[in-house]
């Protein structure tokens, strides 16, 4: 076979899924043996994991956060800190400048809620990281779902669902002023000898007036490599699907099969298509989690041995900030009905999407490994088989990879999944040049395309005043 996808056969982009805590999405496994995820506060830790992803030549490492704890279990946060289930939990961007130091090319995603952070700050610190890992950084969009996190910055709650996203909106208009329209192309000239570094007859104050920001100044960073960093999101309600396939260059579901992954992804590419953008301007990605080994027998045995270490407690507080349920109150062996309410509310439906009915039982059965998403057990073989399904039939373009035991998971994944994927010609051998956006999209310019929002602002400026108009002559002539 070719060494090199082929037209016929899509490229699979592989991001590892990780988080700046101790238990992600498999509760309890931090005891075994081989985890490392007790080091999350060693910087080692974070760039050896960087440089294990680029010798697999993964897209990206898509850092995961959350700024509230899970505390719906049984009414207190008890047995996610006793589980250290994502919590303790550093902030995402700590690590970022490190690991890109240490490798040339793999990717980071972070994750920033826009509930609680001021636009004008958070588009300086992703446009600092843009430039200080060369055109690395996706940016994550969320909202966050946690009525823990919504108390600690003084709410009564968290803000209603699609309030959320109403802001949200908006907030992404900002930074697309701030990054597109703020500094014309350019506007920085470095020129020793005038004197002159920044011309600033071409920066423009955005003059934004809305109705949750008001932010009349300019962007603070110079234009970065991507000026917009690549947008991530992972919206799966309607209102969140409807702000993701606007949005979004990179989206994330939860696909409890194939068959649900492929109604899924026809259905956001549809509605790519009705915001006016090309459907393949959206890679999708599912959220998997693999044990693998050189044999089908030997990953059996390791997925036996892993779940000894897995935490029934410790997964129930994970669910129960998920869904909103306290899964203490409910019996064990009683079918799962989702509830609307203004955590991730699609949790619950997303496991009964195969019209299947789940416990809290099968919950700490089947999810105490995998989080959120399914896992596969395997050999090279049979997991590339089951990797293919869901690009080739199941419509995704890639996976988001969470660990099972960090990082055996993924260095098993990279020495006898890859070389199986590379083999067929399914995934990169070397990194394609450029910027994130320009690995991922293939796209030449590392800009934003022009059917994206934040394209609209980039001629934000003109006819606006600018600091020169503003400013007044010099008293030295």
Not at 102 to 114: D, L
Not at 284 to 311: H, N, R, V
């Amino acid at each position: 076979m070719s060494d090199t996808p082929s037209s016929a056969q899509k490229r699979i982009i592989l991001n590892a899924f990780d988080m700046s805590c101790v238990g992600h999405q498999a509760a309890g496994t931090w005891r075994h043996p081989a985890s490392q995820a007790s080091r999350y506060n060693d910087l080692e830790y974070w760039t050896n994991l960087a440089v294990e992803l680029e010798r697999g030549c993964f897209d990206t490492l898509f850092i995961a956060d959350v700024v509230g704890v899970y505390d719906v279990y049984r009414g207190s946060a008890e047995a996610a800190l006793q589980d250290a289930a994502q919590v303790p939990v550093n902030d995402p961007f700590g690590a970022i400048s490190a690991m890109a130091a240490v490798t040339r090319h793999v990717g980071f995603g972070i994750t920033a809620a826009v509930t609680f952070e001021h636009p004008f700050l958070l588009a300086r610190r992703l446009s600092t990281l843009d430039h200080l890992t060369q055109g690395r950084v996706a940016w994550n969009v969320v909202s966050s779902y946690l009525d823990s996190a919504a108390r600690n910055i003084g709410l009564d709650r968290q803000i209603a669902h699609d309030d959320r996203y109403a802001l949200a909106e908006e907030y992404m208009e900002v930074t697309y002023k701030l990054w597109e329209g703020s500094w014309e192309e350019g506007a920085v000239l470095r020129d020793r000898t005038r004197g002159v570094f920044t011309d600033a007859g071409k920066v423009h104050p955005i003059q934004h007036e809305g109705k949750f920001f008001r932010v009349p100044g300019f962007h603070l960073c110079e234009p970065s490599p991507q000026r917009t960093p690549v947008i991530f999101q992972a919206g799966a309600s309607a209102r969140g699907r409807q702000f993701a396939t606007r949005h979004a260059e990179a989206m994330f579901i939860l696909a409890t099969s194939v068959e649900t992954a492929g109604a899924l992804t026809d259905k956001i590419r549809s509605e790519v298509a009705a915001n006016g953008r090309e459907p393949d301007s959206v890679k999708i990605f599912a959220l998997l989690t693999i044990i693998t080994g050189p044999t089908d027998e030997a990953a059996q045995q390791k997925y036996a041995e892993y779940l000894s270490y897995a935490s029934a407690e410790g997964t129930l507080a994970l669910y129960g900030g998920w869904t909103g349920l306290d899964f203490s109150s409910l019996d064990p062996d009683t079918p799962l009905t989702a509830v609307a309410n203004d955590s991730l509310r699609t949790t619950l439906e997303s496991l009964a999407a195969d019209g299947d009915t789940w416990t809290v039982r099968d919950v700490i059965q089947k999810r105490s490994i995998g989080g959120l998403g399914p896992v596969l057990v395997g050999g090279p073989e049979t997991i590339a088989d089951q990797l293919e399904r869901w690009v080739d039939e199941g419509g995704v373009d890639g996976f988001n990879l969470a660990y099972a035991v960090t990082p055996a998971s993924t260095t098993d994944f990279i020495d006898f999944v890859v070389p199986e994927l590379r083999k067929r010609g399914r995934v990169q051998r070397e990194y394609a040049p450029g910027t994130l956006r320009e690995k991922l999209l293939g796209d030449s310019s590392g800009r934003v395309r022009e059917s994206h929002p934040a394209a609209h602002w980039r001629q934000h400026y003109v006819g606006r005043e600018s600091v020169a108009d503003a400013s007044h002559s010099s008293p030295f002539g």
